[in-house]
């Protein structure tokens, strides 16, 4: 990692022998719906094509902005993401014309200083030791190929304290991987690490493996529906990275969600490195949730797919509520994970039949929302009953998008 601030007079040069930096307008990318269309023509009729499948695209869609016409990355030669900047809000931070060099120059050292500037880093404080954060990850073709990243500042705990985050992984089929490294580590890469066997490096085995891995500490195969922990004692606040990453053996391509409950307890511990994989004991593998006296409350973390405009796509939960003969008022708790897609959510009776395209006919739906935003359905019922559920897309992101939800279901008793 480099150290020291860089001039506007050498920081060209720096950037152009160590980093990528680039400004990125969405609309080539296809995220402008009424451009996707002429875009598409004109790359036919010039012969030209954008590989989405490329280590930098995927590295550029996963910083991509909501609503940002252009987004300016720091990227490493390795593709990792080191920051970020909506051109939008960059504008909005220039008080005048002739800062405009000046917040490029800062933006463009905290993201060669490791700050992951426009990141949506968790930052713990002793005012706020933790913070949650969901999320998804892939299963790649190659080990080290795709990692979910999110970074972790704990700068404000000088003298040190413990480090615990707490795992749960949704109920589809990818298994996760969790590594714990410092910002200044890079992320795993298919390039196997010299002195290493290939074969080593690609099946996760043996010690040279880990030795190159160069992981504090990590949680290794979290089965759906499960639960893992990392622990990791520090002697000086500092930055680190979580990366987490589908493991092979869940099936190539293989999506899942997963929740982290980051938090800092300051001061020492006795051990310094704990990982444990545990089951949950909410562990949901069919979405069949049934509510009672003895159980009023459940939470369920999975995916939606976004369907294209008009359509639905709905990734169904059940929902029993046939326990409270008297009725009672069921309350969904929605909050919708850091991925681009937002989230539509509607609540159905249980003979209804879900539709596949239009405006559903739903009890009661919130519509509409947004990455890492909340929102709450709340229906009263007179009789317990079975409910139906469809999380999906919304109309306004790319067909095929994927996003993390996460719901806290709850009956109250009238």
């Known amino acids: 990692m480099r150290t020291g601030v860089l001039s506007k007079g050498n920081i060209i040069d720096y950037l152009n022998e160590n980093y990528i930096n680039t400004w990125v307008e969405n609309a080539e990318l296809g995220r402008t719906g009424s451009l996707q269309d002429p875009i598409a023509k004109r790359r036919k009729r010039e012969g030209t094509i954008f590989n989405t499948s490329h280590a930098l695209a995927?590295?550029?869609?996963?910083?991509?902005?909501?609503?940002?016409?252009?987004?300016?990355?720091?990227?490493?030669?390795?593709?990792?993401?080191?920051?970020?900047?909506?051109f939008n809000e960059f504008l909005d931070n220039m008080q005048k014309p002739e800062d405009e060099p000046i917040a490029y120059l800062q933006f463009l050292n905290d993201s060669l200083e490791g700050k992951r500037p426009g990141l949506g880093d968790i930052i713990?404080?002793?005012?706020?030791?933790?913070?949650?954060?969901?999320?998804t990850y892939v299963t790649p073709k190659m080990a080290h190929e795709n990692y979910t990243v999110i970074g972790i500042d704990t700068i404000a705990y000088n003298e040190g304290g413990t480090l615990t985050i707490d795992i749960k992984v949704g109920r589809d089929d990818a298994i996760g991987l969790f590594y714990l490294l410092d910002v200044e580590k890079k992320i795993p890469t298919e390039k196997v690490p010299e002195g290493v066997d290939p074969g080593d490096w690609h099946n996760q085995e043996s010690d040279e493996y880990e030795k190159a891995l160069g992981a504090l500490a990590k949680s290794w195969g979290i089965?759906?529906?499960?639960?893992?922990?990392?622990?990791?004692?520090?002697?000086?606040?500092?930055?680190?990275?979580?990366?987490?990453t589908g493991d092979q053996w869940g099936g190539v391509g293989g999506i899942n969600a997963f929740h982290a409950k980051v938090t800092v307890e300051e001061g020492q511990m006795e051990s310094s490195e704990k990982n444990e994989t545990e089951v949950s004991k909410n562990t949901i593998k069919e979405l069949h949730i049934v509510l009672n006296k003895e159980n009023q409350t459940q939470q369920v973390?999975?995916?939606?797919?976004?369907?294209?405009?008009?359509f639905q796509d709905y990734n169904v939960i059940n929902?029993?509520?046939?326990?409270?003969?008297?009725?009672?008022?069921?309350?969904?708790?929605?909050?919708?994970?850091?991925?681009?897609?937002?989230?539509?959510?509607?609540?159905?009776?249980?003979?209804?039949?879900l539709p596949i395209e239009g405006i559903p006919d739903a009890l009661v739906s919130a519509w509409g929302v947004l990455p890492c935003q909340t929102d709450k359905i709340t229906h009263e019922f007179d009789t317990g009953k079975v409910f139906k559920l469809g999380a999906t897309g919304d109309w306004f992101s790319e067909k095929g998008n994927i996003n993390a939800f996460q719901l806290k279901i709850s009956v109250e008793e009238k």
Request: charged content about 25%; overall charge negative; glycine content about 14%.
């Open 124 to 135: 713990l404080t002793s005012e706020q030791p933790s913070q949650e954060v969901i999320g």
């Open 319 to 353: 929902i029993d509520t046939t326990a409270f003969k008297g009725g009672g008022v069921l309350t969904i708790e929605i909050e919708v994970g850091g991925a681009e897609p937002a989230g539509s959510f509607d609540l159905f009776d249980e003979d209804d039949e």
């Open 58 to 86: 995927r590295t550029i869609m996963k910083g991509w902005v909501k609503g940002s016409p252009v987004d300016c990355f720091v990227i490493s030669h390795d593709f990792e993401l080191m920051g970020s900047v909506d």
């Open 301 to 310: 973390l999975d995916i939606f797919r976004t369907p294209g405009r008009g």
């Open 223 to 244: 089965f759906p529906g499960k639960t893992g922990k990392i622990t990791h004692t520090f002697d000086k606040g500092q930055r680190f990275k979580l990366c987490a």
